[in-house]
């Protein structure tokens, strides 16, 4: 069964507070995301990665990185916390990206972070 | 600009009824279209996929329609239940060359009602 994991379900931290989000996939998928979702707002894409080592910038990057130094691992990193990123973070995988592929993406049950 | 708009925002039914919610989109080049079913305070859960070439797919109660011409999409829940009761996300995958790129709707969120 597909299983996406995330470190923490509930976090508050301080204003300038180095934060680390964790994501453990057990499905060998190649592509790993990071979203945050907020109210009235679609879920908007941070940061993904489609490889270990490899990552590429969403729609939202600033404020942000991310790390992947294992294939099944994908580590969200916020260098100094602000209150304007209290927020649910959602991870996800799939298999390889392909332009005409279909591949599910699944969702972790995402980690509700509170800075103040 | 590719958005995806959902209607309704919210909706409140009786416990075995019937509902239908929409979704319009103006993703281009386009992909698929997912719907997902979100419960409070968990990540979103695929219901189902549709390609250009699909105009409608079921998952058991679940019924999503595809218009690829009006760019349009339903989701059509029969006989609801209590469980239910969930925000339903419209998804729509934009077609590139390197990668799925998904354009995500606000979501509708269905109260079921005893």
């Known amino acids: 069964d597909v299983k996406v994991t995330q470190s923490s379900r509930y976090l508050v931290k301080r204003t300038g507070e180095k934060v680390f989000l964790e994501c453990v996939q057990d499905?060998?998928?190649?592509?790993m995301f990071w979203y945050r979702q907020d109210p009235g707002l679609g879920l908007r894409l941070i940061y993904f990665s489609y490889d270990v080592k490899m990552k590429e910038k969403g729609d939202i990057p600033e404020g942000y990185s991310v790390s992947r130094e294992k294939k099944e691992r994908f580590s969200l990193i916020l260098e100094s916390a602000s209150t304007n990123q209290t927020s649910m973070y959602l991870c996800?995988?799939?298999?390889?990206?392909?332009?005409?592929?279909?591949?599910?993406?699944?969702f972790g049950p995402g980690t509700r972070l509170t800075v103040t | 600009k590719n958005q995806v708009e959902q209607s309704p925002q919210s909706l409140i039914i009786l416990e075995g009824k019937n509902c239908t919610l929409q979704?319009?989109?103006?993703?281009?080049?386009?992909?698929?279209l997912r719907w997902y079913k979100q419960d409070t305070g968990r990540g979103p859960v695929s219901l189902t996929i549709?390609?250009?070439?699909?105009n409608t797919k079921s998952n058991g109660r679940y019924t999503a329609t595809l218009d690829a011409d009006t760019k349009q999409s339903s989701l059509h829940i029969t006989a609801s239940q209590l469980s239910d009761s969930a925000s339903y996300i419209c998804?729509?995958?934009?077609?590139?060359?390197?990668?799925?790129?998904?354009?995500f709707g606000t979501g509708t969120r269905l109260l079921v009602s005893p």
């Open positions: 996800a995988s799939s298999l390889s990206l392909g332009a005409r592929k279909n591949y599910e993406q699944y």
């Open positions: 499905m060998d998928h190649e592509n």
């Open positions: 998804v729509v995958s934009e077609l590139n060359t390197g990668f799925q790129k998904l354009v």
């Open positions: 549709m390609t250009f070439s699909e």
């Open positions: 979704c319009n989109y103006t993703v281009s080049p386009f992909s698929n």
